[in-house]
């Protein structure tokens, strides 16, 4: 097959997808004003910058349809198909007078035609497609390609380095984890006293050393050390040391990556979180704290950010996920929506990861957040046993 007619969409990943899994020598993008508005040019340079990154590559050719009657819409597709032979059409995407415009013509011309089911992952055939639906296989995106698509691309990473993936690393987080669940107050206030003195405090000997008063008040608020907390964190071999002498504290982390991620809660849940996915084997790629330039081609400098607190891959389904210590806030939702939209489009999933009970004690933010498609996993779903229910359920919804 050499010429792929695609009804340009503005869901990103749609218009991608048969490329990618048919590879034809070009693709043409018909592009329908009345609908998809003007050409984006942000949009058209992201589709051709991927396409030229894939193997074999796709050319890439646009052309806008200005017209809103049918009959001119008809004498232009005439013009534009005959230009090119082997020409198949995918039916996936489009809509409005163009897509009835471009079912016409392939009912009058014999074109062969398609279109992509993703429930059933399978390309279903409309007329002449039989080889193509027989070798079809749904195609996987990686994160990089993702944003690559809408013409963005990841600049650098937030508060958490890539190198940030030893297994020994993960398990210790896990260890912290359960212990948290254990008394899940006392260990809200323990992380509250130690982002206070991590803060404020701080022992010249050692980047990894906290030397603080055992209790302090400040800000009209008591902010006091939970020894037995720190003794169990001490037993599982994420500090070097701990005592308290004269009503001082002295502690010294395992490493840096440890001192960070238990000095910051939200860092802390976070961090669960990326070891749960990475553990679970779920997903093709899990990716934390990236930040995204939403406007690579036609800026030079990253000044369109958008913080992604952790993205997970699933064959061609990115999965969106935020981490709150408090209980999301509509402002929280709607961030996480138009962020998975700008950038996934309607196959993306949403998750927000909470520490607060919100089912029970903030019905109404639950029910806000399934009105908007995203999912909630609060306080009640981060034992382990149950995370990885809850995850194996969004990697695989049946």
Not at 70 to 97: H, N, P
Not at 163 to 192: A, C, G
């Amino acid at each position: 097959m050499k010429t792929l007619i695609e009804l340009y969409d503005n869901e990103a990943i749609e218009n991608i997808l048969a490329p990618i899994a048919i590879h034809p020598e070009r693709v043409i993008y018909l592009w329908d004003e009345s609908v998809n508005g003007m050409v984006d040019g942000n949009r058209e340079g992201g589709i051709r910058r991927f396409l030229n990154s894939q193997k074999p590559v796709s050319s890439a050719i646009f052309y806008e349809i200005e017209s809103t009657e049918l009959a001119d819409i008809r004498k232009e597709l005439e013009k534009i198909l005959g230009q090119y032979e082997d020409c198949v059409i995918d039916f996936t995407g489009g809509s409005g007078i163009l897509f009835f415009a471009v079912s016409m013509y392939a009912r009058d011309h014999h074109t062969p035609g398609f279109f992509i089911d993703f429930s059933s992952r399978k390309m279903v055939d409309l007329f002449g497609c039989e080889k193509l639906t027989r070798e079809f296989q749904m195609p996987s995106l990686t994160s990089k390609e993702l944003f690559r698509i809408t013409g963005g691309s990841v600049y650098r990473y937030g508060n958490f380095e890539e190198t940030w993936k030893e297994e020994q690393f993960q398990d210790d987080i896990r260890k912290v984890w359960d212990l948290y669940l254990q008394n899940p107050d006392s260990w809200h206030n323990q992380m509250e006293y130690l982002e206070y003195v991590n803060e404020h405090y701080g022992n010249p000997s050692s980047s990894l050393a906290i030397l603080a008063p055992t209790m302090i008040n400040a800000y009209k608020r008591m902010y006091k050390n939970d020894g037995r907390l720190l003794e169990e964190w001490k037993k599982i071999g994420i500090l070097q040391y701990f005592y308290t002498e004269n009503n001082m504290v002295h502690i010294l982390f395992k490493n840096d990556a440890i001192k960070r991620c238990v000095t910051k809660m939200k860092s802390s849940l976070l961090l669960y979180m990326y070891a749960m996915a990475m553990s679970s084997g779920l997903f093709d790629e899990v990716r934390i704290s990236l930040m995204v330039d939403s406007d690579e081609i036609s800026r030079q400098y990253h000044n369109v950010a958008s913080k992604i607190d952790l993205l997970l891959m699933k064959g061609i389904i990115p999965i969106f996920v935020k981490c709150t210590v408090n209980a999301p806030t509509r402002q929280d939702l709607e961030g996480l929506y138009m962020q998975a939209r700008k950038f996934g489009g309607r196959l993306s999933k949403m998750l927000i990861v909470t520490t607060k009970d919100v089912r029970y004690a903030h019905p109404a933010t639950a029910e806000s957040a399934r009105s908007l498609g995203i999912e909630v996993l609060d306080r009640y779903d981060l034992p382990q046993k149950n995370f990885l229910k809850q995850l194996e359920w969004i990697a695989n919804p049946t």
